[in-house]
Structures are given as structure tokens and as C-alpha cells.
């Protein structure tokens, strides 16, 4: 199926020219025939990639119980909607909504959705969650009016970034053309926009997506009230670098060698989310994922596991270590929350 797509783009720069890099990333994970997402995306450890929801039931609860401490924090208002974006298989959800079981309140003030673009995934989701959960193409679609609180975990790195490489003469975008065997390859063309200064050989990304998003979400919490949650791998201090790689079966491979057969990612660039959700009038924060699970209690919900299962005790000890190892997720993984001004949600109050 691949070939297909390859042939397609190929076909495409042939005619109409070279795609840039978000150009690209768009067609691997979206095409409707062979994209990624669209068609076969492969998730857990037998699959391409793993996340943290499926490391370990702790991550998805610990995100629950973050929910019900915001939603007290508002005022416990008798409607809300708790919505996730990017729900993969359903696991986070199904782990948040049985740890909210111990505050039926928050239950039945829930009006809950997933934003989900992916029929296959959509799928799993529905045979995983209870009756109820209503789902959405986007953002836009969810209504408002109430109260927000949003979970969104690994979305920002599959959104589509362009690339600029600062050449001895300027910037210039990388962008994705035909070699003289018509083979997919990364060439250079001059930068349309102005970009900030930098050493010869340095990478640039930007994502005007992940800055949509940002905006978006920073506008609805600002009109209604709320609290997000973003989890990703990404920077949280402006910089340079080639952050783009293809996973198959938790191995990289070349970005160009199999179109819409592997999974496509980025960076998350949070410095430039939050600060498009501060210009939509929200306000921001981020944390290490290792410091907003040991403040959210993992520590104590690793032991509370441990006493009920002693047998599990060194399962449960990898699992922690892979969500909050400094080798592991802990660091590289980022906490972003985006919030309705003039409150600070839980684990937040000194980030």
C-alpha cells in the first residue's frame, strides 16, 4: 500500500513540485487511501509505538484523579466536558473514568468526548469505553459553553512541522522532491519567511498547527473556563534541531523509505503552543512528566499496587521507571497545562 502512496506523491512533486516537510507528514499519517492513521496505525508493544497509558494503568489513573481535583477546583459545576484529543486506543480514558468512579459526582457532570480523525482507532475506543462518550472530527466540533477540562497525550509530535536549514548563504526550507530516479528525496529551496539567526548546519522547525492548537485550546478555556492537559516529548525552551523520525516496530527507519506504513513524529515545540494559548488569553505552565506524576502521587499508587500485588512488585518497579526515569520518559516527556486565568490548577502551583 505504500507503493501507492509513493507512486501518488511521487506523481504529485512530478507535476505540481517538491512537498514541504508538514506537506508531507500530512499525506504519510492522513491519506485516506494509505495514510498511517487513516489505515493501519499499530499501537503497544507489538506494535510501532508504545505510550505511556499503555506502560502502566498508573499514568491513566494519576490523570483521572488530576481531572477530579480540577473540576473540584472550579467549583464542581453540575456540567462540564472532559474531553481527550488523540485518545489512540481508548486505554487513558478507560483508566481516568474508573479511577473517577470514586467521585460519582464528577461521573455524572461529564459530558465526554474524544476528537478523533482515525476510523480504525475510533474503533478500538468504542469497543473500549462505556456508552455515552460522544466523538468528534475536531476541537471546534465539541460544543462549549460549559466548562473544559481536556487530556491530550502524544498528539502535538504527530502534528506536521516545516524544516529550515541555515545554508552559507541563509535559511533555506528542506523540502521533499524526486532524485533522478524518482526516488523521494530531501532537497532545498530558498526560505519563504524570515527566521531568526543561527550557526551554519542548524535545523529549524515550526509547526503552525501545534501553534493552532494552542491557540485553540487557550481561547476555549479562556471563553469558558478549564484546564488541558498536553503530554509529549519535546522542548520546553525555544531551540534548533531535526527532531523528524519514522518508527516501525520501535525501530526508526528513514523517513522517506515507506510512506504511510510508518509512524511519523516531531518534537512537540512548547514554547510555542503556550505562547499561543497566552495570546488567546489562557495561561500556561509545564512541568517534566517525572515532576507532575510524583506530584499527582505515583510514588504512593506504585506502593498501594505493590501491597495488593507483592508477586507484581518488580513489574510495577519497571513500569514506574519507564514513566519517570530520567533515561526513560521522565525528562524528555513534558507536562503542558493550559488554563482559564486567575487560578493555577493541581501540580502546578510552583511550576
Known amino acids: 500500500m505504500s507503493a501507492g502512496l509513493r507512486e501518488r506523491l511521487a506523481a504529485q512533486i512530478a507535476q505540481t513540485g517538491p512537498l514541504t516537510v508538514a506537506q508531507y507528514m500530512t499525506a504519510c499519517l492522513h491519506d485516506p487511501q494509505d495514510g498511517y492513521y487513516a489505515t493501519r496505525p499499530a499501537l503497544g508493544e507489538d506494535g510501532d509505538f508504545i505510550t505511556a497509558p499503555l506502560v502502566s494503568q498508573m499514568f491513566g489513573e494519576l490523570i483521572g484523579v488530576w481531572a477530579m481535583s480540577v473540576w473540584q477546583a472550579m467549583g464542581a459545576p453540575s456540567r462540564f466536558v472532559l474531553v481527550e484529543m488523540g485518545p489512540g486506543d481508548g486505554t487513558l480514558m478507560s483508566d481516568l473514568l474508573r479511577a473517577a468512579r470514586l467521585l460519582p459526582a464528577f461521573l455524572e457532570a461529564a459530558d465526554v468526548w474524544l476528537v478523533e480523525t482515525s476510523e480504525p482507532l475510533a474503533a478500538l475506543q468504542a469497543a473500549r469505553l462505556p456508552d455515552g462518550v460522544r466523538w468528534a472530527q475536531s476541537l471546534d466540533e465539541v460544543p462549549g459553553g460549559q466548562p473544559m477540562v481536556l487530556v491530550a497525550n502524544e498528539l502535538l509530535d504527530c502534528l506536521p512541522v516545516r524544516q529550515f536549514v541555515r545554508t552559507p548563504v541563509g535559511w533555506a526550507e528542506q523540502v521533499v522532491g524526486l532524485s533522478d530516479d524518482r526516488r523521494l528525496s530531501f532537497g532545498l529551496v530558498p526560505a519563504p519567511i524570515a527566521l531568526p539567526d ?76 503556550m505562547a499561543a494559548a497566552r495570546k488567546a488569553g489562557a495561561e500556561a505552565a509545564i512541568l517534566t512528566q517525572a515532576a507532575f506524576l510524583a506530584r499527582a502521587g505515583i510514588g504512593e499508587r506504585a506502593e498501594a499496587l505493590v501491597r495488593a500485588r507483592p508477586d507484581k512488585a518488580p513489574v510495577i518497579g519497571r513500569q514506574l521507571n519507564r514513566l519517570v526515569g530520567g533515561d526513560q520518559m521522565g525528562e524528555l516527556f513534558k507536562v503542558c497545562c493550559i488554563h482559564s486565568p486567575g487560578w493555577t490548577p493541581p501540580a502546578f502551583e510552583e511550576a
Open 198 to 273: 543561527a550557526r551554519e548546519g542548524v535545523v529549524y522547525e515550526r509547526s503552525a498547527a501545534q501553534e493552532a492548537l494552542g491557540a485553540a485550546i487557550g481561547e476555549r478555556l479562556a471563553r469558558d473556563g478549564g484546564a488541558a492537559l498536553l503530554i509529549d516529548y519535546g522542548r520546553d525552551q525555544p531551540g534548533f534541531g531535526d527532531t523528524l523520525q519514522a518508527l516501525v516496530r520501535h525501530e526508526r527507519v528513514d523517513p522517506l523509505a515507506c510512506p504511510g506504513e510508518a509512524d511519523l513524529t516531531v518534537h512537540a515545540d512548547f514554547p510555542a503552543v
